[in-house]
């Protein structure tokens, strides 16, 4: 007989993005990935927000789910309109979690689960009032939320920027001092960390419960034939995806490009995206003459992401704060090199076998050190091929889902 558990996904398969018209794919999607590989091994029941429901239920048509069992809620529609403030997803969620506590003690009497599992919000610092308070084996992650921007660039910030990035760090510290999170966080069995950052955040007293576990993963089958050399390319050409918001580091990725560019005649840059920060980032373009070789294409479907991932060279990564940073991830399994900062999800994905890493300590040193890597990348095609192929196989290593469910599951044995 497989083991009950209780899962708590706020997060899965969410809504799209309406801010950036992004469809969901992060903590949506590891809710639904986290789930679906459980639901190889136990017997599920699954609270998430009610909004998640014509997602799920479209999905389960085309990958059934053979164990697993959602439960719906939302708040009531008064509280709906914090989810439009700076800040208010994060005291939605808060409250959210409570009301889960009262769903959870209900199911918990008619079911006497084995374990709960708190899922997404996916970081390591809000309270699961179903961990502290349900009398049950409790584990929580993977998560992260510890990192933080370098001084350096918060310097170079404007004055709402830097208010921004304080209201952060003083909203994580009250709520990594909550009772109950504290109080779940010495209930847990297991702590699943997505970083280095956010293992170095946890106090010494509960370091010995802390896995490694990342919150990205890839479905080796979903992805394009691999052209490591890209010989049917006459440019080079370098490839960022994401969020356009001032944290992704664009402007920086371009002002590097600009150094490389004028020396490499065929180099090209394409840029997938969108979102606050694209008419600056189109100015700064203009400025530097770089219309002819800098291309924006805005958001486009997974499928052509993965396309575009197989046709460059060299995959750019500028962003100062990703826990994950999904996109590293799909360029790795796609044998793609990645440069990237030494920060958070990508810096604790690339290695020296996969990729360049760069310390940022100021946006002036970045833009220099970025135009290097890239250039070192361009007049070497052997290292190009050696770290795409490290990418590929550490991708196929330690990032496809059916061996991270199958990693889960050894956790879960332990804890159970």
């Known amino acids: 007989m497989k083991n009950k558990v209780l899962i708590c996904a706020y997060a899965c398969l969410s809504a799209p993005d309406k801010?950036?018209?992004?469809?969901d794919g992060g903590e949506g999607s590891l809710g639904w990935s986290i789930v679906k590989q459980l639901d190889r091994f136990f017997q599920l029941i699954v609270l998430t927000h009610k909004?998640?429901?014509?997602?799920?239920?479209?999905?389960i048509v085309k990958e059934p789910l053979l164990n697993t069992k959602f439960i719906y809620f939302g708040l009531p529609s008064w509280v709906e309109g914090l989810q439009k403030i700076y800040g208010g997803v994060q005291i939605y969620a808060y409250l959210w979690q409570i009301k889960a506590?009262?769903?959870a003690r209900k199911l918990h009497r008619e079911n006497n689960f084995d374990i709960f599992h708190h899922v997404t919000f996916a970081n390591d610092w809000m309270a699961s009032f179903v961990g502290a308070l349900l009398p049950i084996p409790y584990m929580r992650g993977p998560g992260g939320g510890a990192h933080k921007v370098p001084e350096g660039f918060v310097k170079k910030y404007k004055f709402n920027q830097k208010i921004a990035e304080r209201v952060r760090s003083i909203g994580q510290w009250l709520f990594r001092h909550d009772p109950f999170f504290i109080i779940g966080q010495n209930r847990s069995k297991v702590l699943l960390v997505c970083n280095y950052e956010a293992k170095n955040a946890i106090s010494k007293k509960w370091q010995s419960k802390v896995y490694f576990f990342p919150v990205n993963g890839i479905s080796l089958e979903d992805l394009p034939l691999i052209d490591y050399a890209n010989e049917n390319s006459n440019h080079f050409l370098i490839l960022t995806a994401g969020r356009l918001i001032k944290i992704k580091e664009i402007d920086l990725a371009i002002r590097a490009f600009k150094l490389l560019s004028d020396k490499v005649l065929e180099a090209r840059f394409v840029i997938l995206g969108d979102g606050p920060e694209i008419n600056n980032l189109k100015n700064i373009v203009k400025s530097l003459k770089l219309e002819n070789k800098v291309l924006f294409k805005g958001w486009l479907a997974r499928e052509n992401v993965l396309k575009q991932m197989a046709d460059c060279d060299v995959f750019l990564f500028p962003s100062l704060r990703d826990g994950g940073g999904n996109v590293v991830v799909e360029a790795m399994a796609s044998g793609k090199p990645v440069i990237c900062f030494d920060l958070a999800g990508p810096g604790f994905h690339i290695d020296e076998n996969c990729g360049?890493?760069?310390?940022?300590?100021?946006?002036?040193q970045a833009v220099k050190d970025m135009a290097e890597a890239l250039e070192?990348?361009?007049?070497?095609?052997?290292?190009?091929?050696?770290?795409?192929?490290?990418?590929?196989?550490?991708?196929?290593?330690?990032?496809?889902?059916?061996?991270?469910?199958?990693r889960l599951f050894e956790i879960y044995k332990k804890v159970l």
């Open 101 to 103: 506590y009262f769903v």
């Open 376 to 406: 070192k990348l361009y007049l070497d095609k052997d290292l190009r091929l050696r770290l795409g192929q490290g990418a590929r196989k550490k991708a196929e290593k330690e990032y496809d889902w059916d061996k991270l469910g199958d």
């Open 356 to 364: 360049i890493k760069i310390k940022p300590e100021n946006p002036k």
């Open 19 to 23: 801010r950036f018209n992004l469809v």
């Open 51 to 59: 909004d998640n429901k014509q997602y799920i239920e479209s999905k």
